[in-house]
């Protein structure tokens, strides 16, 4: 199973955890984790070209850990309001679609929203 926990620092969406296999298939057939995988580079992708936002992630293939957090989602840490909204609002985005997909896959995902402070350097 893939859990996923995005974080919330006052409401705003700043950043994810995954982690495990989905199971839902053999490796190269696995639908449900090839979605997984493309959105959450979608999102990287987005906030660092799109945005012009860093975004600090560590992608462990071994084990299938992903953890991403994007400051610039936070006001305390960007003082564009536009780039805070449109990075939290994509983390956001995120979480709705996984939500989605957990309503068919509900034995392959588990998705949950966490309240946390951004733990990295101003």
């Known amino acids: 199973m893939t859990k996923v926990v ?8 700043w950043g994810f955890e995954e982690q495990g296999h989905s199971g839902f298939a053999s490796s190269g057939n ?15 992708n987005s906030i660092e070209v799109a945005y012009a ?3 600090d992630y560590d992608i462990d293939e071994e084990t ?3 953890r991403v957090a ?9 003082n564009d309001e536009k780039k805070n909204f449109a990075i939290s609002g994509l983390i956001m985005g995120y979480y709705y ?3 989605d997909l957990v309503e ?9 929203v966490i309240e946390k402070e951004y733990e990295g350097n101003k």
């Open 70 to 78: 994007a400051r610039g989602a936070l006001p305390n840490y960007e």
């Open 64 to 66: 299938t850990n992903v």
């Open 6 to 13: 995005f974080f919330k620092s006052n409401g705003v969406f």
């Open 53 to 55: 936002s860093e975004v």
């Open 30 to 44: 696995d639908i449900l984790c090839s979605a997984i995988s493309a959105m959450t580079m979608l999102v990287i």
């Open 104 to 112: 068919e896959y509900y034995d392959y995902l588990e998705v949950d």
């Open 97 to 99: 679609q996984l939500n």
